[in-house]
């Protein structure tokens, strides 16, 4: 989650006296209210567990935490076309965090964007995504973040541009864009399928970065149908278009691979989305993780933003292609093959590999410049990585060697341009 709101809930006992008197056969009415409270606090220790777990399936932490620091203390830096958002403190810290929050306060900052004093939230919280879970769900994590210590930590405020700043606009926004509402099963659909979805729309938020948006935040594109990530220089993929990254075609077993551990037969994750599965989705119970390959897979399949276009093979594209192949066989074909099948469980294959082919090649870009690094998982603690060649490579050969990847092996894609590597150095984060 990106924007603070939590309570505090208080699960103490005040002390249990105890009298020493006779011993005494209690009647059956008698015992109830200690049976009562071993229950209750077994229940409260149950529904914080539970709020542990969505926690991290919905990646607070990931958005909750500045760099080195403390968990949940906020500090971290959300650069969107309107400005620059510091997460917030969502400890218990009464001053500094959320800890005079209460229940109805932080389920109303998820299902319809507003905070403790009633201010609507900016959406750079994707709460028109958790507005989608349940007030089960809304309270155990609640319950959760307010049993962990207060952490005393005043972050500096939102550098939010001009007139964006103007928070009555946020009614407009509100009034246009949002509709508040939980999920709602599909009835047509088996319970498998709708915890899937469930997960996916709401507390995975999955739609936040796989779509395109206008300078507003608003969604441009198809649900789910791959955008520019705001503020960084990485694109998401479409996740319902075979060119890109759908796995409609994939056997659920190697979807569930993926999102638990970053890495199966036909893709590895590397950047934002390695953490992602880092931090969040190796998490995810066997249930929960299928669940969710079962939604993807059923999304209906829809057409690219854009295709490209692949060069046709003239001299001089032949002669590009012949040097970048020279320079893939100095610092590639080590690891990649010189057929570019890459080393299953290692290296990936580029052969076949829709994450080079795509019609934008950013990703592609970005992971020879500053490295590709699977994600570190209880599975796979030390993964094997690609050293970056921002300092190795200039423009113009990175892009002779991306040319060459993106058309070979049976690949076909558009060439690219030193200008198209110079962007994506320039905008590096």
Known sequence: MRYGFVTILIAGFTGLSILLTPPVTLSPAAEKPEVAEIRDTAEIEAQRARGAYLARIGNCLGCHTAYS???YAGGHLLDTSIGIFITPNITS????????WS???????????????????YPAFPYSEYTRVSREDSDAIFAYLQSLPPVRQRNAPNR???PFNWRPLLQVWQLIYFSPGIYLPDTLQDDEWNRGAYLVQGLGHCNACHT???LLGISKGDILGGGQLMGSNWYAPSLTSLQEASTADWPIEDITRLLKTGSASRAVTTGPMANVVSQSLQFLTEDDARAVAKYLKSL???EPRSRGIAPPLTEEVDKQLKKGGQIYETYCQDCHGNLGEGALGSYPALAGNRGVTMASPTNAIRSVLNGGYAPVTEVQQRPYGMPPFAQVLPDKEIALVLSYIRNSWGNRGSLVTPEQVDRSRKGAQ
């Open 69 to 71: 620091g403390l968990p």
């Open 93 to 100: 810290d009464k001053e500094t965090g959320i800890g005079l």
């Open 103 to 121: 229940e109805e306060d932080f389920w109303r900052a998820l299902h319809s964007g507003r905070g403790r004093d009633g201010n609507l939230l």
């Open 160 to 162: 939010i541009n001009f």
């Open 212 to 214: 395109r948006r206008n």
């Open 300 to 302: 209906p399949e829809t």
